[in-house]
């Protein structure tokens, strides 16, 4: 079966730093758009960073010079380097990848970042 397996979450203190994983399993993360979304409560999800089956980045502006895209094609792996934590970022963040004609998410991790 497809899965996407994030780990990586936790509960940190301001300022500080988490490194999220998506690991796949019966696809190819190269092949595909790979995208961070996060939802906190109450709140709608919304996409985080995204890196296309090249090396082409982006970021959501709160996150811009502070969060990490990155994906290693040996290990079908898709990373999220969260540095300079602030508890606005607290939420379950969700991997998504997508090819042309498929897409699956992840079941998400738990990011808390205390004051």
């Known amino acids: 079966q497809v899965q996407l397996v994030e780990s990586g979450g936790g509960l940190v203190q301001a300022g500080g730093s988490l490194r999220l994983s998506c690991a796949a399993s019966r696809i190819i993360l190269s092949g595909a758009a790979v995208a961070w979304y996060r939802q906190a409560p109450g709140k709608q999800r919304e996409v985080v960073a995204t890196?296309?089956?090249?090396?082409?980045?982006n970021y959501t502006d709160s996150v811009k010079g502070r969060f990490t895209i990155s994906r290693d094609n040996a290990k079908n792996t898709v990373y999220l380097q969260m540095n300079s934590l602030k508890p606005e970022d607290t939420a379950v963040y969700y991997c998504?990848?997508?090819?042309?004609?498929?897409?699956?998410w992840g079941q998400g991790t738990q990011v808390t970042v205390s004051s």
């Open positions: 890196i296309t089956s090249g090396t082409s980045t």
């Open positions: 998504n990848a997508k090819g042309r004609y498929w897409g699956y």
